[in-house]
């Protein structure tokens, strides 16, 4: 691992308002609990914009979703993700000057994110108006050690400065969310969601507690501080905000550093947040700064020991790989209270909720190099069970459980049912990972625990929402992957994913009754699963209609897509994209056009279901058609050309997935990163380059290597194995780094594996 590419970094910074709200996001700092945005702490000057928040994953306030018609069933409220409060400001006044990049003279300044140590920092060489020139170095860190805290630490050197310096250090629990009424992928309105309960003083700890408006939940942050030098130091609550200030002196050559911790509690992992927040600072204070420092190394050194994956022979797009494998466990719920917003926690796009995109996108990752965290989004999953089952019933089923399009704490989102709830396939995507995950560690316990439960509900929707028609099981009205066609008859993906669930439901059942009968017999009886739906889930698997033309030798993206006009994106102007922010919705669902891969992501994650011909027709045929409008796009149509040995284009996705967030092709980076395409990144070197595949039978492994590159590697974990795939020109190696011998197949001829393998590279 070069360790050079775990650094990105950016000098002399522009302070284009564009830029700086860019630079937020990228720089923000995040633990799977909490994340704050990489604002000024100063600030920046009056009519600049700015996303400025700190969030927790899973914490969230109702909003009311108006309907100009108010039809049973559909969303009337939704949740959102909170800023909780602003413990980021630290102004700095030198003689009575007050920093700000925006007067005096910047000599120098840069940013920098040190993936292997875990933390930001931000260096600024400034001269004030009055030719004083100090060097300001600001480290921040969401601690892996220590989830509910987040450090900032201020130092400031003098180079010719003599006399004054003072720090003002705010807490603020007065706050609000962005909102852009101009943008459907961020809030529309503003509302206050944080109501202030008590500001205190508890010793040298400010203490803020406030209330949510509707959900009832509370919400503590913790502020406590640390001096280098001696100085006078004053407290003071202001208009519900808590005030830190700290004067001493400074001689030309001297440091003065300001440590400034804040811990955060919520009310939904704890009974009394207020006590929790005062018990971490506590904690927080006998461990420091250096300690916590050495702790988030090693979290770090760990993740990176199991994940790495290795680019030779392109710096640039091996940097951009770990961005975005750093941006995932930054983003990743830690507990079952949580899960992945599809901005993390870097930002509001999307309000912070969750989609389909974990399961299918991001949760490979996890599967592959951290089942712990797999198992948590698992969890997660059955902790909303109970509410996917109210939404089954709210849409018209009798039994089984629905999970949501887009949810926080399980109640659906999505305010436009077309593109939203109508989206069934969420029930199969959160099935395809579950089972992914037992086939890669063979974890029964946890699917007697929860996975069997939500398979076994999930699968029970099936049933009620198909129907069976000249001895096929059809599937109406529901909208797949592709936001761009909606309510549609056998959607193919839907249906093939159905029936691959259906399947599975009907092998764990029998899996499971024959491995431990007491525990499964505790949860058949709990969801009073019978024989007779059992058999169900095996016809309904069988008699699946599964759309194909024979003429094109493809299969339809649902039975109306191929008799609609095409849609001719060469002729569309470049403004015009992404075409939902400029057509109509039922204008687009009227044209074949795809927003993002549907039946060709199919193909990628069952690719069995279809001979080779199809798959290829069908990727030619749909590659015609798609926008790539989606950041879920670009990734997988890398993989299914890595697939067909389209190698150039796999190469040319690859790298518009890979550099998404980093160069801001989407123009929307500032909204939060698009975290559905960083494991997407991630998949389309181990699924496209690497071709590996897991299934019933085992691992499949068929590597390529891109001609621009010298070579790459990666690791997986495979039941209780660490197996790493090097690829270099020419050859390539499976190593077996720790665990048991294993059957393996290899451009579709098994191995085995005991220690190393090496196979000419096809």
């Known amino acids: ?70 039809l049973y069933g559909l969303v009337e409220e939704k949740q959102t993700m909170l800023n909780v409060a602003d413990t980021q400001g630290i102004k700095l006044y030198i003689n009575g000057e007050e920093f700000s990049k925006f007067d005096g003279e910047v000599v120098e300044s840069s940013r920098t994110l040190d993936m292997g140590k875990g933390w930001s920092m931000r260096e600024v060489l400034w001269r004030s108006p009055g030719k004083h020139e100090v060097r300001i170095t600001v480290k921040r860190m969401a601690s892996f050690h220590l989830l509910p805290l987040f450090t900032i630490e201020y130092e400031v050197e003098s180079v010719n400065f003599d006399g004054e310096l003072r720090l003002v250090s705010t807490h603020i629990g007065n706050v609000q969310n962005y909102f852009n009424p101009n943008d459907p992928r961020v809030a529309g309105e503003t509302f206050q969601y944080i109501l202030p309960v008590s500001a205190e003083f508890v010793g040298e700890t400010s203490l803020l507690v406030s209330n949510t408006s509707k959900s009832g939940l509370q919400v503590a942050s913790a502020v406590r501080h640390e001096c280098s030098k001696a100085g006078q130091e004053s407290r003071f609550i202001e208009d519900g905000t808590a005030i830190y200030e700290w004067k001493t002196e400074l001689a030309p050559g001297e440091k003065a550093t300001l440590v400034k911790y804040t811990v955060l509690s919520d009310s939904i992992r704890s009974a009394s947040c207020r006590d929790e927040a005062l018990k971490l600072m506590e904690r927080v204070s006998a461990i420091g700064l250096n300690r916590l420092y050495e702790e988030q ?51 509001e796009g999307y309000e912070g909720h969750y989609f389909w995109d974990t399961e299918m996108y991001m949760m490979p990752f996890f599967s592959l190099t951290n089942p712990e965290i797999a198992k948590s989004l698992i969890r997660y999953r059955h902790n909303i069970l109970d509410q996917a089952r109210d939404h089954a019933r709210l849409m018209g089923h009798a039994r089984g459980a629905l999970y949501p399009w887009r949810t926080i704490m399980g109640k659906e989102c999505s305010g436009y049912f077309p593109s939203g709830s109508a989206q069934y396939h969420i029930n199969g995507d959160i099935a395809y990972a579950i089972i992914t995950y037992y086939l890669l560690t063979k974890d029964t316990e946890l699917m007697l625990e929860c996975g069997a439960e939500i398979l076994f509900e999930t699968a029970r929707l099936w049933l009620d929402a198909g129907h069976e028609h000249k001895g096929k099981f059809h599937i109406h009205n529901v909208t797949g992957p592709d936001e761009y066609t909606c309510l549609v008859n056998n959607n193919y993906y839907t249906n093939v994913l159905a029936q691959y669930h259906l399947q599975w439901a009907f092998k764990f059942y029998h899996l499971l009754q024959e491995q431990d009968s007491g525990a499964f017999s505790k949860v058949i009886g709990k969801i009073g699963l019978t024989e007779a739906e059992i058999a169900a889930f095996r016809e309904a698997a069988e008699r699946m209609y599964l759309p194909y033309d024979e003429e094109l030798d493809i299969n339809p993206q649902d039975d109306s897509f191929l008799s609609k006009k095409k849609w001719d994106i060469a002729g569309t102007p470049k403004d015009k994209f992404p075409l939902l922010l400029h057509y109509h919705p039922l204008y687009l669902y009227r044209h074949q056009v795809c927003k993002q891969p549907d039946t060709v ?31 879920l796009s670009t990734c997988i149509f890398s993989i299914m050309a890595s697939k067909l040995g389209l190698h150039d284009k796999a190469y040319e996705y690859f790298g518009e997935s890979s550099k998404l967030d980093l160069f801001n092709t989407h123009k929307n980076t500032k909204d939060g990163i698009h975290a559905a395409n960083l494991g997407g990144t991630y998949m389309a070197i181990v699924y496209g380059f690497g071709g590996l595949r897991v299934k019933e039978q085992g691992l499949f492994i068929a590597p390529t290597l891109p001609d621009l590159w010298e070579g790459y590697d990666f690791k997986i974990r495979f039941e209780d194995s660490l197996i790493q795939i090097v690829v270099r020109r020419g050859a390539f190696e499976v190593l077996l780094l720790k665990g048991t011998t294993k059957e393996i197949h290899i451009y579709g001829e098994k191995h085995t594996l005991k220690d190393r393998l090496q196979v000419e590279l096809k």
């Open 1 to 70: 691992m070069n360790n050079d590419n775990l650094r990105f970094q950016v000098r002399q910074l522009s302070l284009d308002n564009d830029d700086l709200m860019l630079n937020e996001t990228l720089f923000h700092n995040a633990n799977g609990y909490l994340g704050v945005r990489s604002n000024f702490e100063e600030g920046y000057p009056d009519g600049y914009l700015s996303i400025r928040g700190q969030y927790i994953n899973g914490f969230y306030d109702f909003a009311e979703m108006k309907q100009a018609e108010k």
């Open 297 to 347: 190394e090693k979290y770090l050194a760990e993740y990176w020991e199991n994940c790495a994956v290795n680019i030779y022979g392109d710096d640039e797009l091996s940097m951009a790989v770990y961005f975005n494998l750093y941006q995932l466990i930054q983003s990743v719920g830690k507990d079952a209270y949580s899960n992945i917003a599809a901005k993390g926690l870097s930002g």
């Open 601 to 631: 992501l199919a193909h990628f994650i069952l690719e069995d279901a279809q001979k080779l011909s199809t798959i290829r027709n069908s990727f030619n045929y749909y590659e015609k058609i798609t926008t790539h409008d989606s950041s």
